[in-house]
């Protein structure tokens, strides 16, 4: 087993490291034929803080996320290893703009958490579990130097489960039916996989290896909970089908 800066080894069958993730993140939308009129169907009380007076576009709105976690590689041969990098998401700030027919009116951001008398709200943070395939290339040298780096490509599979979710909206729920007004947020479900791939380098030092990585990540299936009771009467819900989330990771692991 091999750890940076004390026992590093290149030749270990388990190499054990942190890593710092900056996540480019947005969903891809599917709205509904009669979207406009569905969201019209629940904005119908001016003396709400959300209210719009009908819409001009529903659009996901691009956001960055930060994320920690602990990258483990699980050596097969001298090229092929597993990856599994279990991660904390410490940021999600995706979110969904509402545009206003109305000029005069702001556009509305709307989150996952549900915040009282909010119009943006804030989203939950979330546990990720990475597993897949490293691929790599042969060991070069810089320019007949010591130093020595290795190019790679992975692919694999993503589970991401949200943190306080369940417990606030079984809150809201509560509050749904004891008919005590709430503010609308989008609905997500409890966790989701994504497919992803990505590409990196590994420089490899005296006492470490680092390694810049770029990956792609898509959800596989419809993230938001349509069916779901808070779904329901949910204006800023009502008009989309199916919501994707789409990220991109820059990260930079140390092993």
């Known amino acids: 087993m091999s750890f940076p800066f004390s026992g590093y080894d290149?030749?270990?069958?388990?190499?054990?490291?942190?890593?710092?993730?900056?996540?480019?993140?947005?969903?891809?939308?599917?709205?509904?034929?009669?979207?406009?009129?569905?969201?019209?169907?629940?904005?119908?009380?001016?003396q709400d803080i959300?209210?719009?007076?009908?819409?001009?576009?529903?659009?996901?709105?691009?956001?960055?996320?930060?994320?920690?976690?602990?990258?483990?590689?699980?050596?097969?041969?001298?090229?092929?290893?597993?990856?599994f990098s279990p991660s904390f998401n410490i940021l999600n700030s995706h979110s969904?703009?509402?545009?206003?027919?109305?000029?005069?009116?702001?556009?509305?951001?709307?989150?996952?958490?549900?915040?009282?008398?909010?119009?943006?709200?804030?989203?939950?943070?979330?546990?990720?579990?990475?597993?897949?395939?490293?691929y790599r290339s042969e060991e070069k040298r810089f320019f007949n130097s010591d130093s020595k780096y290795r190019a790679y490509m992975l692919g694999g599979v993503r589970l991401t489960r949200w943190t306080g979710l369940l417990n606030q909206y079984s809150d809201l729920i509560v509050e749904k039916r004891n008919k005590r007004p709430i503010s609308d947020a989008i609905i997500l479900r409890p966790e989701y996989m994504s497919w992803e791939a990505g590409l990196g380098f590994n420089f490899y030092l005296s006492y470490f290896k680092v390694s810049p990585e770029v990956r792609f990540s898509q959800s596989l299936n419809n993230v938001l909970s349509t069916n779901h009771i808070l779904s329901a009467e949910n204006k800023f819900m009502a008009p989309i089908d199916r919501g994707l989330i789409r990220n991109i990771y820059f990260s930079l692991i140390f092993q």
């Not at 030749?11 to 509904?32: E, R, S």
């Open 10 to 46: 290149e030749d270990a069958v388990i190499q054990i490291g942190f890593q710092y993730n900056y996540i480019n993140q947005n969903y891809q939308l599917k709205l509904k034929d009669n979207w406009k009129q569905l969201f019209d169907n629940f904005d119908d009380d001016p």
């Open 50 to 83: 959300t209210y719009l007076g009908g819409i001009k576009s529903v659009n996901s709105k691009r956001s960055h996320g930060f994320a920690i976690g602990i990258p483990m590689d699980f050596r097969w041969s001298e090229r092929l290893s597993i990856n």
């Open 96 to 134: 969904i703009d509402y545009t206003p027919l109305d000029v005069e009116k702001a556009i509305i951001s709307r989150k996952s958490k549900h915040i009282l008398q909010d119009l943006r709200g804030d989203n939950f943070t979330s546990f990720e579990f990475p597993i897949g395939l490293n």
